[in-house]
């Protein structure tokens, strides 16, 4: 059964462009949750690097990544999040650093021809959306890399998320029924069939990613948890937040825990970085 709907996906990130460039700035967990993102991405990407990003949304580590690569080419499946992110690099004085903006959904990078990047950047979430396609989007995001390039790969965790967000657990399970919150809990899988409405994705595991590097041929060569005092809870973080010198030492400890690799399923997303033989 074909659950990958590109359109529901895309009519979801249309309406949330703006929500989206803020939500890792506006509170002190998408604070952490983007440093420890561009941790990674500034251990695994050498400056002038070639990088494809893929599901880039409105441009978050856009920036970053324009600032960082000698070759930056930007793709999204929604055109609002790509035509917002061109706009916002636009206004950062970054544009000049970024080759193109192209639609693309990470199914088909066909417009990319095999071994052109040194790294391909596809995290915050897109890989959840594609489902039974998970296969042809990892194989098209390792084609483009050459022999010892890295993707590095970021999407939203199972045991994180359940932990973040037992209490929406416990609200489905009332909606949806015992069914479906076995099935999650044992899948990762948020769909249509178990999750008539709402959010459609599926939530990953280290083994679940472990399990395409196999079938793929392909070594995970580093991990990272994608924001661990990230899931402490909003009052907490607010309160450390407000003493800059305590917020220092936790943003600290955030970078350093969080390089752990028995920790990268305890947030909300894990990165995933694996290095193309
Ligand atoms: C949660 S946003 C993350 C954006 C950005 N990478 C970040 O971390 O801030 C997810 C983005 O992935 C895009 N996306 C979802 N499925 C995709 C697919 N199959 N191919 C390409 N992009 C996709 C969405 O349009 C959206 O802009």
Known sequence: MTIYDPERVKARYAGLVEEEWQRLEATPRGKLMYLAHRQALLTHIQPGDAVLEVGAGPGRFTKDLAELAGYLVVTDLTPESLAYNQ?????????????????????????????????????????????????????EMLRVLHPGGVLILGSMCLPGIVHRLLK????????????????????????????????????????????????????????YCGGL????????????????????????????WGQSPGLSEAGDHMIMVIGRR
């Open 229 to 256: 005092l990230a899931t402490a809870g909003d009052e907490q973080l607010e309160r450390a937040y407000a003493n800059l010198q305590i917020w220092q030492l936790l943003v600290d400890a955030e970078l350093r």
């Open 87 to 139: 706009a916002k690099m636009t206004e950062l004085g970054l544009a000049a650093r970024i080759a193109a903006w192209r639609e693309a959904d990470i199914c088909d990078l066909s417009a990319f021809p095999d071994g052109r990047f040194d790294a391909v950047v596809c995290i915050g979430g897109a890989f959840n959306y594609v489902f039974e396609r998970e296969d042809d989007a990892f194989c």
């Open 168 to 223: 929406v657990c416990l609200d489905e399970f009332e909606q949806y029924g015992l069914a479906a919150t076995q099935w999650i809990l044992e899948t990762g899988k948020q769909d249509g069939v178990h999750y008539p409405s709402g959010h459609h994705a599926h939530f990953l595991t280290r083994n679940d990613v472990l399990a395409l590097c196999r079938a793929h041929g392909v070594e995970l060569i580093a991990e």
